[in-house]
């Protein structure tokens, strides 16, 4: 009965990655613990598993390897989103010193039984990987010498982060010719591709846009390859290897490109990391977004427009949030502090009068007043005290103390004196800025994390990858191509893209538009609502707000005739109220519309001076209730939307009373 047997999908998680690249912080913890849009890297590598199906899941470790069983303890008990229907085991040992190493320890392991998935702790990706996984089942039923279908994506914008590859593929079967890691401190003028690629295959294509997100399909053979062949030290190895060797080893890969719809990108260093939270941040890597609940089965943040993602828990003014950024719960903003995109931490403390920008902040770290952050990273439970400016890529350690009115610019600084070693393994003495800061060197021969190097460059000095302007470095890239359409490109990388919330909301004023000027059936634009929420793969909860922003975002309650915006609004909802009525049923649907009208209060002046009519409108009308529009008072903020509560503070006043006469007439019948 043994070949009846259901096989099991399994995936292996590779947890030590780009140690270098991650200095300090990678001094003090493990990489895949590091918080990225305060989730942690390698809970989101578990959720992509997680969503692809597997059911077994191996994360090799050989640093820090208590913390992370700890970490997956900690999930399991927690009911954590990748826990569900999928084992976890952590295995490891100090004896592994590269991803080699750890193929061949789980060879002689004999753990894997079968094609698995193989992913690194730093990948995010948002992609099932089933098809992928059936059509390298089914390659491998063709071609038995299938050792291994790589995962690629096309790059969505042209920053260098060591990730871009170049390859050559057949294309009548997508089998690998040439692979080639692309630079990443300088473009290259152009490709040198060995002449047998060609000559040996009558139909190839070159992609010289695809970023490797460290994503493959592995066949039991692949492990065997490992420990067969010692110097292979690298995924790259690997892959050198088998094209080398093909008909030595009997062995071909394969390659995959995921949809465009499709996220995914590897976190190799600090570069990456903030181009991967940016993304995330505005949405790329949907549903993996702050307030769907990552990590917890439980909404966290409260998501407002220019993608602003606070917590309820989190003593902020929305004023002085302007686009793109995460605050936890805990956290506390001092007055006349202006923070955008970045990312605040649990329980951060944040002074009066600050800079931030491209900002990180992880758990418990404190900015004192008048400091100007931008382009950094401040470990957990690290100090920055008044007038410092800190920019231009610093990453502060743990617990690290910065003293008053210093001035950092591309800077590892680490809190204890002692943790950097030589190659020798013997202590470096640090340059020390205060008592808990201590300057860190980040300099080394070639890169440590790169064995794809061209042997033929004379070893240089590179120094850890570091965040910046984005911006900047797409001009300087331009400007230093030879292509004459590089221009073009870099612009398109430039203009932003709208997401998909925006065009779910697009479409739905154009249908809505449509519907009132033609008055079509409204059971039609209902269908046509539903086709585009399931394109976008929007909740209802984003539904619910954007039908109703939708209606008051028609060019004629926009522009009214002689500014009658109630006169509008009424022809609208005479004519739509069927299909508002068809989303805005519950209670919660009920507050998803008013907080839809508290964004429209903001946008258009008209709605803004007859704010109460309107509400008291949808009340007349059932849309909203007593109890949905008394609920949504409260919650408004007292300081921030103050004139929005002054507009309405007669209509609450006015069903209190209403409801405190009904009361008195069914005690008066009773």
Same mark, same amino acid.
């Given at each position: 009965?043994?070949?009846?047997?259901?096989?099991?999908?399994?995936?292996?998680?590779?947890?030590?990655?780009?140690?270098?690249?991650?200095?300090?912080?990678?001094?003090?913890?493990?990489?895949?613990?590091?918080?990225?849009?305060?989730?942690?890297?390698?809970?989101?590598?578990?959720?992509?598993?997680?969503?692809?199906?597997?059911?077994?899941?191996?994360?090799?470790?050989?640093?820090?390897?208590?913390?992370?069983?700890?970490?997956?303890?900690?999930?399991?008990?927690?009911?954590?989103?990748?826990?569900?229907?999928?084992?976890?085991?952590?295995?490891?040992?100090?004896?592994?010193?590269?991803?080699?190493?750890?193929?061949?320890?789980?060879?002689?392991?004999?753990?894997?039984?079968?094609?698995?998935?193989?992913?690194?702790?730093?990948?995010?990706?948002?992609?099932?990987?089933?098809?992928?996984?059936?059509?390298?089942?089914?390659?491998?039923?063709?071609?038995?010498?299938?050792?291994?279908?790589?995962?690629?994506?096309?790059?969505?914008?042209?920053?260098?982060?060591?990730?871009?590859?170049?390859?050559?593929?057949?294309?009548?079967?997508?089998?690998?010719?040439?692979?080639?890691?692309?630079?990443?401190?300088?473009?290259?003028?152009?490709?040198?591709?060995?002449?047998?690629?060609?000559?040996?295959?009558?139909?190839?294509?070159?992609?010289?846009?695809?970023?490797?997100?460290?994503?493959?399909?592995?066949?039991?053979?692949?492990?065997?390859?490992?420990?067969?062949?010692?110097?292979?030290?690298?995924?790259?190895?690997?892959?050198?290897?088998?094209?080398?060797?093909?008909?030595?080893?009997?062995?071909?890969?394969?390659?995959?490109?995921?949809?465009?719809?499709?996220?995914?990108?590897?976190?190799?260093?600090?570069?990456?990391?903030?181009?991967?939270?940016?993304?995330?941040?505005?949405?790329?890597?949907?549903?993996?977004?702050?307030?769907?609940?990552?990590?917890?089965?439980?909404?966290?943040?409260?998501?407002?427009?220019?993608?602003?993602?606070?917590?309820?828990?989190?003593?902020?003014?929305?004023?002085?949030?302007?686009?793109?950024?995460?605050?936890?719960?805990?956290?506390?903003?001092?007055?006349?502090?202006?923070?955008?995109?970045? *990312?605040? #931490? +649990?329980?951060?403390? =944040?002074?009066?009068? $600050?800079?931030? %920008?491209?900002?990180?902040? /992880? @758990?418990?770290?404190?900015?004192?007043?008048?400091?100007?952050?931008?382009?950094? *990273?401040? #470990? +957990?439970?690290?100090? =920055?005290?008044?007038? $410092?400016?800190? %920019?231009?890529?610093?990453? /502060? @350690?743990?617990?690290?103390?910065?003293?008053?009115?210093?001035?950092?610019?591309?800077?590892?600084?680490?809190?204890?004196?002692?943790?950097?070693?030589?190659?020798?393994?013997?202590?470096?003495? /640090?340059?020390?800025?205060?008592?808990?800061?201590?300057?860190?060197?980040?300099?080394?021969?070639?890169?440590?994390?790169?064995?794809?190097?061209?042997?033929?460059?004379?070893?240089?000095?590179?120094?850890?990858?570091?965040?910046?302007?984005?911006?900047?470095?797409?001009?300087?890239?331009?400007?230093?191509?030879?292509?004459?359409?590089?221009?073009?490109?870099?612009?398109?990388?430039?203009?932003?893209?709208?997401?998909?919330?925006?065009?779910?909301?697009?479409?739905?004023?154009?249908?809505?538009?449509?519907?009132?000027?033609?008055?079509?059936?409204?059971?039609?634009?209902?269908?046509?609502?539903?086709?585009?929420?399931?394109?976008?793969?929007?909740?209802?909860?984003?539904?619910?707000?954007?039908?109703?922003?939708?209606?008051?975002?028609?060019?004629?309650?926009?522009?009214?005739?002689?500014?009658?915006?109630?006169?509008?609004?009424?022809?609208?909802?005479?004519?739509?109220?069927?299909?508002?009525?068809?989303?805005?049923?519950?209670?919660?649907?009920?507050?998803?519309?008013?907080?839809?009208?508290?964004?429209?209060?903001?946008?258009?002046?008209?709605?803004?001076?007859?704010?109460?009519?309107?509400?008291?409108?949808?009340?007349?009308?059932?849309?909203?209730?007593?109890?949905?529009?008394?609920?949504?008072?409260?919650?408004?903020?007292?300081?921030?939307?103050?004139?929005?509560?002054?507009?309405?503070?007669?209509?609450?006043?006015?069903?209190?009373?209403?409801?405190?006469?009904?009361?008195?007439?069914?005690?008066?019948?009773?």
């Amino acid at each position: 009965m043994a070949q009846f047997e259901k096989e099991i999908v399994q995936a292996v998680l590779i947890a030590d990655n780009n140690v270098w690249n991650f200095k300090p912080l990678s001094d003090e913890g493990s990489t895949a613990l590091l918080p990225l849009v305060n989730v942690r890297m390698l809970d989101y590598a578990l959720i992509a598993l997680n969503r692809s199906g597997v059911e077994e899941v191996f994360v090799y470790a050989s640093l820090f390897l208590q913390d992370i069983r700890d970490h997956i303890k900690a999930g399991i008990a927690a009911y954590a989103a990748w826990s569900f229907k999928m084992t976890v085991h952590v295995i490891g040992g100090e004896g592994c010193r590269c991803f080699g190493d750890a193929m061949r320890d789980l060879d002689a392991k004999a753990l894997i039984r079968g094609n698995f998935i193989l992913l690194g702790a730093d990948t995010v990706t948002n992609a099932d990987l089933r098809p992928v996984l059936e059509q390298h089942k089914r390659q491998a039923k063709f071609d038995k010498g299938t050792a291994a279908t790589l995962v690629f994506k096309e790059c969505s914008n042209n920053v260098r982060t060591g990730n871009e590859v170049l390859i050559a593929v057949d294309r009548r079967n997508d089998r690998l010719h040439y692979h080639q890691r692309l630079r990443m401190h300088q473009k290259e003028p152009r490709y040198q591709i060995p002449l047998d690629v060609f000559l040996g295959n009558s139909c190839v294509a070159l992609h010289h846009n695809l970023l490797d997100p460290q994503i493959a399909i592995g066949s039991p053979s692949m492990l065997s390859l490992f420990s067969d062949n010692f110097d292979f030290q690298t995924r790259d190895d690997f892959v050198r290897g088998l094209l080398i060797n093909e008909e030595l080893l009997d062995s071909r890969i394969y390659v995959a490109l995921l949809p465009d719809a499709q996220y995914a990108h590897k976190v190799n260093n600090w570069l990456a990391y903030q181009l991967v939270s940016r993304d995330i941040v505005n949405r790329w890597a949907y549903p993996l977004v702050p307030d769907m609940g990552v990590y917890k089965l439980q909404q966290q943040y409260v998501f407002h427009k220019d993608n602003i993602y606070k917590s309820p828990e989190a003593q902020v003014s929305k004023v002085a949030l302007h686009q793109n950024v995460v605050v936890q719960a805990g956290s506390r903003v001092g007055s006349g502090t202006v923070i955008s995109d970045s *990312v605040i #931490g +649990a329980n951060c403390r =944040i002074g009066r009068n $600050c800079r931030l %920008s491209n900002v990180f902040l /992880l @758990g418990d770290v404190t900015v004192k007043d008048n400091c100007r952050l931008e382009h950094c *990273v401040v #470990g +957990a439970g690290a100090t =920055i005290n008044e007038d $410092c400016d800190v %920019s231009a890529g610093c990453v /502060l @350690g743990a617990k690290s103390v910065l003293p008053a009115k210093t001035t950092l610019a591309k800077t590892l600084v680490t809190s204890a004196p002692s943790t950097q070693r030589s190659e020798e393994e013997d202590p470096i003495e /640090l340059e020390s800025i205060g008592p808990h800061a201590f300057i860190v060197s980040d300099l080394t021969t070639g890169d440590p994390e790169d064995s794809d190097g061209e042997d033929f460059l004379p070893q240089q000095p590179l120094s850890i990858p570091k965040m910046g302007d984005l911006l900047a470095q797409l001009d300087e890239i331009s400007f230093c191509s030879d292509l004459s359409d590089d221009d073009e490109d870099a612009s398109r990388a430039v203009t932003p893209l709208p997401d998909d919330t925006n065009i779910f909301l697009g479409e739905v004023i154009d249908s809505l538009t449509r519907g009132f000027r033609e008055k079509s059936n409204p059971d039609f634009l209902i269908l046509e609502i539903n086709s585009s929420r399931y394109a976008y793969n929007m909740s209802l909860k984003e539904v619910n707000f954007n039908v109703v922003k939708a209606v008051f975002g028609m060019q004629s309650i926009v522009e009214p005739a002689n500014d009658n915006v109630l006169v509008a609004i009424n022809a609208a909802f005479k004519q739509l109220g069927p299909v508002v009525s068809n989303y805005i049923k519950s209670e919660d649907a009920m507050l998803d519309c008013l907080k839809a009208l508290e964004d429209v209060y903001e946008e258009n002046v008209l709605v803004r001076e007859k704010i109460s009519q309107i509400v008291h409108y949808l009340y007349d009308k059932d849309f909203v209730s007593e109890e949905a529009i008394k609920t949504w008072y409260e919650q408004l903020d007292e300081e921030e939307l103050a004139p929005l509560r002054q507009s309405l503070g007669k209509l609450v006043a006015w069903l209190d009373q209403s409801s405190e006469e009904d009361d008195d007439d069914e005690e008066e019948e009773d």
